[in-house]
């Protein structure tokens, strides 16, 4: 393989796509060799996801765009003909049939046949073989419909390999993956390299392409920024490329929680679902951001699901400012005062049609709304203009659809909905998952300056580096109990990531 | 290279607010090529030659008739777009205006009280919509289930109202709102067009109708948004309800008799045709009550339009059914990128 090294299999050369009078890439100059683990970075906006659909057919670059394969001109006029090409691209939401088997998967649109029937025989050994050098623990007789996302990740990565696929495309693979199951992932993209796949791997999260890739490319505004090797490869200058300047004010965190924690703003007692909650007890103080750290599936989000209403709680008692609440729906929490960003803003929090205006008045036009129900639609555009200013929200307009904004513009929107509502308690369920750099510093600011307005904030993350630079105390949760706490008082642990993980992980040992 | 990007795909992105009006005038086009088309064919047959003048689609009188066909489709349509918006489906329209229609004309026959048909059919439709509503709200049954169920249940009760009969009433006291006009316009028109209107406020300026258009773009989110989605459900499919109910009274006004059987029979498949002619989306969240006016206008048309022509009873069915399926194909492949219906 020693001959392959270096030769690019993929070549962009000045490649730009213009929608109307936007330019959403210009003249991007790229190449993807084979046998590498090329890393694609930018914000989001930054021309990343028109890279991608340029790629895989679905949109056509402008004229003068130049795209050759192996020392050859092509056309990439379609999705069939970037297969064809051995381009396979594996989108953030899977694509497979649930209600078919792996093997019926991986072959969907060119099954094998004998005759007029499927040859369901040649199927299932021509997908246990790629399974196999996968190292998948699923059959290819498995419906799609029991396995976890992780394994449905691996049956699109067979489906790629099956077919032949010379460059892998990977956006943002790991987003909701565990620790281990990323592990896994990572040592099959290493094999796949070492087979002489080209992959271009997608991601926000640097310590991944730190990790992982050969290369790292970085787009901005539209634009090639450039391309680091191996050796030159480090956060600091990576992040610098992206937002195009420097890191220092990343994490803000200016509010003084610790010298004068204010009084309990929400008293969460005895809190349990009978299920996945043991009756879990705690406090966040007026001004505080009290991180709640845990690995995925410790109960974190279904605890706040039920401090918000959300699911009926079995036991336990809520009080916001020493008056009990017990909120039995969404709503009733919200007139409590507590709000609650969920982690999933696309399934659950936005109406994706609707516009930027309309999403963010949607907790408060009743508390607006002039007699007899009728909308008030100065204030409500009073509102929109405010939020769009404080939050820094990038829209073409109020009345812009808000399924076409950025991720980080999104959760922007669904943060403004909770504010509206003048919340004392603010339950943020990872509020930067798939939002850029830029929109995250803005976040955390954003966290900042409401804790220094005396609101009360818990952040349910799981990105340690996060829960560390932004919280005054965090509470660990372990398989639906609440196992520890580090930093507040003092003479407590100090909140580094170790001592999280030390008790976020130790299950076992305590077990024992 | 080709372009899977529509150039209306493209509009959207640049300018969001002229798309929403392009979508929400949907089938204008559609409705005025269509007219346009009936005024020289009706010509055509009436000639043997292409002559503007002697076509008799476009006279005040014929249009005046389509309108006042078009009424009671529209009010119905009006209802079925709300429920249609939540993503629900009322297939129950039919009957319960039967059923509406027979209480409008027994309680018509109450001496001196018969102005009390109308509130009667109105109370009626309102009460067996919101036994929809409730089925749906609080038993999470699908829509469209439990509304086949009240569309065979509520068919029979119609019938039972009249003891299978139908019911008279030559001095309807309410007739005037089936025959009569006022300034020159007729009452089902103007019923019909106040419906569409009253629509178009609550959906659009006040806070109730933003939920429904919440609750059907997604449902989760307006839970925790704080939206009490169940009364959402009860009040849309009250209103279909209702206004079915005001259907019933137009048509036992227009002619002075109901029959629990034979009327508004297949009354909901034109409903929903109208909606989504007007573009819409079945799965809810997106549509306008503007366009649901210009869908029945359609319909109706059509109907009158092949008759006017000479078309055979046979072939109209034929040829509507086929335009509804061309009308939103065409409508599909102009807005695809972001067509839902």
Redo the contacts between chains.
Sequence with gaps: MSTDQNRPFLEMRNVSKT????RALTSVSLDIRVGEIHALMGENGAGKSTLMKILSG????DEGSEIVIEGRRV????PMAAKQLGIAIIYQELTLAPNLSVAENIYLGREPSRGALIDRKAMVAGVESVLQRLGANFAARDKVAGLSIAERQLVEIARAVHARSRVLIMDEPTTTLSERETERLFALVRQLKQEGLAIVYISHRMKEVYELSDRVSVLRDGAYVGTLGRDAINPAAVVRMMVGRDLSSFYKKEHNAHGSRGRPILSVRDVSDGRRVEPCSFDIHEGEVLGIAGLVGAGRTELARLI?G?DPKITGAIAVDGRDVNPR???DA??AGIA?L?EDRK?????????VS?NI???V??RD?LA????N?AKGRKRTAEAIEATGIRT??P???VG?LSGGNQQKVLLS?LLE?RPRVLILDEPTRGVDIGAKSEIYRLIDRLAREGVGVAVISSELPEIVGICDRVIVMREGRIAGEVGGAAGAEQITQENIMAIATSAAKEAA | ?????SSAA?AK??N??LA?NLRGLGMLPALVLIAILFQILSGYVETGGLSWADGRFMSWNNLSIVTQQASINTVLAAGMTFVILTGGIDLSVGSVLAASAMLAMIASLIPGWGMLGVLVALIGGGALGLINGALIAFLRLPPFIVTLGTMTSVRGLARLFGHDNTIFNADLPFAFLGNGALFGVPWLVIIALATVVVSWVILR??????RV??VG??P?????????VWSISLFVYGMSGLLAGLGGAMSAAKLYAANGLQVGQSYELDAIAAVILGGTSFVG??GSIWGTLVGALIIAVLSNGLILTGVSDIWQFIIKGLVIIGAVALDRLRTSGNART
């Design positions: 929608f109307g009078r936007v679905a949109i056509a670059p056309a990439i006029n379609g918000f959300a729906s969404p709503k919200i007139e609650y969920t399934l659950l929090g936005l109406m994706l049609d609707m516009s309309e008045n949607l907790g036009m009743s709304a007899g129900g009728v909308l639609r073409a307009s009345d812009a659809p076409g909905r509502t | 290279m080709t372009s899977t990007h493209e992105r640049r969001p607010a929403g300026r006040t806070v109730l109708g933003m258009y919440a773009g997604n989760e989110a307006a839970r925790l948004a704080g939206v009490k969240g997106i």
